[in-house]
C-alpha cells in the first residue's frame, strides 16, 4: 500500500479529482491503481482567497509502490501495511465473570472485547440508559432539580454523550483506527474514519452508545444501570468481590477476581472509597479555566475569510495555544462550532460548565474551554484525593456567585480584561439553559489562573481576529477537563491489589473519547493476558 500525504484539490473536487490528481503526481494513469482510498482531508485555510482542500489517501500499485514512494521525500509517500486489529489471545483462566464499573468510552469498549471472547462480563453504570438520561439532564436545566447519579456526567456513554462528540486525539496508538471503525460500524458518520476534525454530534452519539450496548447484550454480557460500585473486597491482596447499590432494589454482593474501573473523572465518592480501601494513588496535574462564546460568524468570517458562508466548510473551529518564555500558559479545549454552554453538575450546590454541538454544529455561537494547567504543587496539601478539594472550592464558589440555583456565573471579555466586574451583558447571547449572571472570574479562578487566561485571550486574539471581542461572554468554571487523581497500575495493568485494572479517563489514563475507548481495549487486552490460577 502506498500512502500519498499533501493531495491539494480546489474545495469543489469531486472524488475523482483527487484520484486523477493522484494519478498526476505519481505520473501513472488511474486506471493502473488497484485500489484507491481516502484516509484523510483537511482544510488549508491559509490563503483566505484560496481555501484548498487537503488529502491523504491509499492506492496498490502492482509491483510499483516502492519504486514510486521513492521519488518523495519520506513526509509525501511511504508504503505501509493496511492496520487490521485481532483479538489477542485469551490465557485467563478464571470462571468468574469480570465486572466493569462505568459504561463511558473506556466502559464501553472494554465491555465489548470481553464480551467478544466469551467472558459475559458484568458492567455497572451509576446513571441511567442514554434515553431516560436525556429527559434527567433536561430536567434538570429546566427546573434545576440536579440528579446526583444520572445528570451530564454520570449515565450511559460517559461525559462524552453531552459534548461535541470530537474524536480528535493526541496518542498515536494504532488502536484508535479500530476504535473509530467500530464506531462506524455502531451508526458514527463514515466520514470520521478520514476527517481531519472527526465528531458525532451529541444529538447522534446516543444512537451509538445503545447499538453497543445491544452488541454487548447479544454476546452476553449485561448492563445493570442505576447501580454504583460501593464497595471492593479484598483478602491478601487479591480482589474476591464487589458490592453496588442498586436505586430500586438497594445493595448487592458479586464474586468476581476481575474489576476493571473505567469510572470516568467525576466519580470523586468512587476513588475516596477505594483511597480509603488502601489503593495506591498519586496527585496529578489537571486544568481550569472558563467558557468562552462568540457568535459563529466571528469564527468563521476570521478562519474562512471571503468563503465565510460557503455551506462545503460547514462551521469553522480553531486549536489555539499560547506559550510565554515566562510562567504559565493557556490553551483552548473541546471547541464546540454552533454549540452550547451548558452545566454539568454532578454534586448538589456546585457549579460546572462544559460544552457540547450537534452533529450540523448550526447554533449560533461557537465555544470553546481556555484552560490553565494546575500543578499538584498547587493543591491545598499532599493528599493524593487534595485535587477534588481544589475543584470543589471553585464549583461551590460559582454556586454561591450564580445566586445558588445552578445559574453559571459569566463576564464579558471586556469587562474581564479590564478587571472589572461584569453587571450587563452585550450584543453575544449566552446559551447556558440553566442561565447566566453578570460577576467577576477572579472571585472563582486563583489570581494567576485568572491572569493567564488573560494573557491568552489577547495572545489568541493575534491569531484569530475577533477572539478578544469585548461583548465575547465567559461562563464558569470548566473544572472538569481531566482528573486531578491517578490510581496507580502496574506494567500488567494492575493495582497494588490483584484482578483491579484502572482504566480511561477518571483513573488519570486517558483525556477524551477516543484515548479512553483506546485504554478499555488495552485493559481488556490485559484481561486476556492475566493467567494467574486464584
Same mark, same amino acid.
Given at each position: 500500500?502506498?500512502?500519498?500525504?499533501?493531495?491539494?484539490?480546489?474545495?469543489?473536487?469531486?472524488?475523482?479529482?483527487?484520484?486523477?490528481?493522484?494519478?498526476?503526481?505519481?505520473?501513472?494513469?488511474?486506471?493502473?491503481?488497484?485500489?484507491?482510498?481516502?484516509?484523510?482531508?483537511?482544510?488549508?485555510?491559509?490563503r *483566505?482567497?484560496?481555501?484548498?482542500?487537503?488529502?491523504?489517501?491509499?492506492?496498490?500499485?502492482?509491483?510499483?509502490?516502492?519504486?514510486?514512494?521513492?521519488?518523495?521525500?519520506?513526509?509525501?509517500?511511504?508504503?505501509?501495511?493496511?492496520?487490521?486489529?485481532?483479538?489477542p489471545?485469551?490465557?485467563?483462566?478464571?470462571?468468574?465473570?469480570?465486572?466493569?464499573?462505568?459504561?463511558?468510552?473506556?466502559?464501553?469498549?472494554?465491555?465489548?472485547?470481553?464480551?467478544?471472547?466469551?467472558?459475559?462480563?458484568?458492567?455497572?453504570?451509576r446513571?441511567?440508559?442514554?434515553?431516560?438520561?436525556?429527559?434527567?439532564?433536561?430536567?434538570?436545566w429546566?427546573?434545576? *432539580?440536579?440528579?446526583?447519579?444520572?445528570?451530564?456526567?454520570?449515565g450511559?456513554?460517559?461525559?462524552?454523550?453531552?459534548?461535541?462528540?470530537?474524536?480528535?486525539?493526541?496518542?498515536?496508538?494504532?488502536?484508535?483506527?479500530?476504535?473509530?471503525?467500530e464506531?462506524?460500524?455502531?451508526?458514527?458518520?463514515?466520514?470520521?474514519?478520514?476527517?481531519?476534525?472527526p465528531?458525532?454530534?451529541?444529538?447522534?452519539?446516543?444512537?451509538?452508545?445503545?447499538?453497543?450496548?445491544k452488541?454487548?447484550?447479544?454476546?452476553?454480557?449485561?448492563?445493570?444501570f442505576?447501580?454504583?460500585?460501593?464497595?471492593?473486597?479484598?483478602?491478601?491482596?487479591?480482589?474476591?468481590g464487589?458490592?453496588?447499590?442498586?436505586? %430500586?432494589?438497594?445493595?448487592?454482593?458479586?464474586?468476581?477476581?476481575?474489576?476493571?474501573?473505567?469510572?470516568?473523572?467525576?466519580?470523586?465518592?468512587?476513588?475516596?472509597?477505594?483511597?480509603?480501601?488502601?489503593?495506591?494513588?498519586?496527585? *496529578?496535574?489537571?486544568?481550569?479555566?472558563?467558557?468562552?462564546?462568540?457568535?459563529?460568524?466571528l469564527?468563521?468570517?476570521?478562519?474562512?475569510?471571503?468563503?465565510?458562508?460557503?455551506?462545503?466548510?460547514?462551521?469553522?473551529d480553531?486549536?489555539?495555544?499560547?506559550?510565554?518564555?515566562?510562567?504559565?500558559?493557556?490553551?483552548?479545549?473541546?471547541?464546540?462550532?454552533?454549540?452550547?454552554?451548558?452545566?454539568?453538575?454532578?454534586?448538589?450546590?456546585?457549579?460546572?460548565?462544559?460544552?457540547?454541538?450537534?452533529?450540523?454544529?448550526?447554533?449560533?455561537?461557537?465555544?470553546?474551554a481556555?484552560?490553565?494547567g494546575?500543578?499538584?504543587?498547587?493543591?491545598?496539601?499532599?493528599?493524593?484525593?487534595?485535587?477534588?478539594?481544589?475543584?470543589?472550592?471553585?464549583?461551590?464558589?460559582?454556586?454561591?456567585?450564580?445566586?445558588?440555583?445552578?445559574?453559571?456565573?459569566?463576564?464579558?471579555?471586556?469587562d474581564?480584561?479590564?478587571?472589572?466586574?461584569?453587571?450587563?451583558?452585550?450584543?453575544?447571547?449566552p446559551?447556558?439553559p440553566t442561565?447566566?449572571?453578570?460577576?467577576?472570574?477572579?472571585?472563582?479562578?486563583?489570581? *494567576?489562573?485568572?491572569?493567564?487566561?488573560?494573557?491568552?485571550?489577547?495572545?489568541?486574539?493575534?491569531?484569530? %481576529?475577533?477572539?478578544?471581542?469585548?461583548?465575547?461572554?465567559?461562563?464558569?468554571?470548566?473544572?472538569?477537563?481531566?482528573?486531578?487523581?491517578?490510581?496507580?497500575?502496574?506494567?500488567?495493568?494492575?493495582?497494588?491489589?490483584?484482578?483491579?485494572?484502572?482504566?480511561?479517563?477518571?483513573?488519570?489514563?486517558?483525556?477524551?473519547?477516543?484515548?479512553?475507548?483506546?485504554?478499555?481495549?488495552?485493559?481488556?487486552?490485559?484481561?486476556?493476558?492475566?493467567?494467574?490460577?486464584?
Amino acid at each position: 500500500m502506498l500512502r500519498i500525504n499533501e493531495i491539494k484539490v480546489p474545495l469543489a473536487a469531486s472524488a475523482e479529482d483527487i484520484k486523477q490528481q493522484t494519478a498526476k503526481l505519481l505520473g501513472v494513469r488511474s486506471e493502473d491503481f488497484l485500489s484507491f482510498s481516502i484516509v484523510r482531508e483537511s482544510l488549508d485555510c491559509r490563503r *483566505k482567497d484560496r481555501i484548498q482542500m487537503v488529502y491523504s489517501v491509499d492506492v496498490r500499485l502492482d509491483g510499483l509502490e516502492e519504486t514510486l514512494a521513492a521519488r518523495f521525500p519520506e513526509n509525501r509517500a511511504s508504503v505501509h501495511e493496511a492496520y487490521e486489529y485481532k483479538l489477542p489471545e485469551v490465557r485467563r483462566v478464571s470462571a468468574f465473570r469480570p465486572v466493569v464499573a462505568g459504561f463511558g468510552p473506556a466502559g464501553m469498549f472494554c465491555g465489548l472485547w470481553l464480551a467478544r471472547q466469551g467472558m459475559r462480563p458484568l458492567i455497572l453504570e451509576r446513571g441511567h440508559d442514554v434515553d431516560t438520561r436525556q429527559k434527567d439532564v433536561t430536567s434538570f436545566w429546566q427546573t434545576r *432539580k440536579l440528579n446526583t447519579e444520572s445528570n451530564v456526567q454520570f449515565g450511559e456513554g460517559g461525559a462524552g454523550t453531552f459534548s461535541d462528540g470530537k474524536l480528535t486525539t493526541g496518542i498515536k496508538d494504532p488502536r484508535t483506527r479500530q476504535v473509530l471503525r467500530e464506531l462506524v460500524a455502531f451508526g458514527a458518520p463514515e466520514e470520521i474514519l478520514w476527517s481531519s476534525r472527526p465528531h458525532i454530534g451529541t444529538d447522534r452519539l446516543g444512537d451509538v452508545v445503545k447499538q453497543i450496548r445491544k452488541e454487548i447484550e447479544r454476546l452476553g454480557g449485561e448492563i445493570r444501570f442505576g447501580c454504583r460500585l460501593s464497595d471492593v473486597y479484598i483478602a491478601n491482596d487479591f480482589l474476591q468481590g464487589v458490592s453496588y447499590i442498586d436505586e %430500586k432494589e438497594g445493595a448487592h454482593d458479586f464474586e468476581t477476581d476481575c474489576l476493571v474501573l473505567c469510572i470516568g473523572h467525576s466519580a470523586r465518592d468512587t476513588v475516596e472509597m477505594l483511597y480509603r480501601k488502601g489503593f495506591k494513588m498519586q496527585q *496529578k496535574a489537571f486544568s481550569v479555566g472558563t467558557r468562552i462564546e462568540h457568535p459563529q460568524e466571528l469564527i468563521n468570517r476570521a478562519q474562512y475569510g471571503s468563503f465565510w458562508n460557503d455551506p462545503r466548510l460547514g462551521a469553522a473551529d480553531y486549536k489555539l495555544a499560547n506559550h510565554p518564555p515566562h510562567g504559565r500558559g493557556g490553551y483552548t479545549f473541546c471547541m464546540c462550532p454552533g454549540g452550547t454552554v451548558v452545566c454539568a453538575s454532578s454534586e448538589e450546590g456546585m457549579v460546572v460548565t462544559n460544552g457540547m454541538s450537534n452533529y450540523k454544529r448550526d447554533g449560533e455561537n461557537a465555544n470553546s474551554a481556555i484552560l490553565v494547567g494546575i500543578e499538584p504543587e498547587f493543591f491545598p496539601d499532599e493528599n493524593p484525593l487534595s485535587g477534588f478539594a481544589f475543584q470543589r472550592q471553585l464549583e461551590k464558589t460559582a454556586f454561591a456567585l450564580g445566586g445558588g440555583d445552578y445559574t453559571a456565573p459569566c463576564q464579558t471579555v471586556g469587562d474581564f480584561l479590564n478587571g472589572k466586574r461584569s453587571t450587563r451583558l452585550g450584543a453575544v447571547r449566552p446559551t447556558c439553559p440553566t442561565g447566566v449572571t453578570p460577576s467577576d472570574i477572579r472571585l472563582v479562578l486563583p489570581q *494567576k489562573t485568572a491572569d493567564t487566561i488573560a494573557d491568552a485571550i489577547t495572545a489568541f486574539d493575534r491569531k484569530l %481576529k475577533g477572539f478578544a471581542l469585548p461583548e465575547a461572554v465567559l461562563t464558569f468554571p470548566e473544572s472538569r477537563s481531566s482528573s486531578p487523581v491517578r490510581i496507580l497500575r502496574d506494567e500488567a495493568f494492575q493495582t497494588n491489589f490483584r484482578g483491579v485494572y484502572p482504566c480511561g479517563e477518571g483513573a488519570g489514563y486517558a483525556g477524551g473519547i477516543v484515548s479512553a475507548a483506546v485504554d478499555g481495549i488495552k485493559c481488556a487486552e490485559a484481561v486476556f493476558a492475566d493467567d494467574t490460577e486464584y
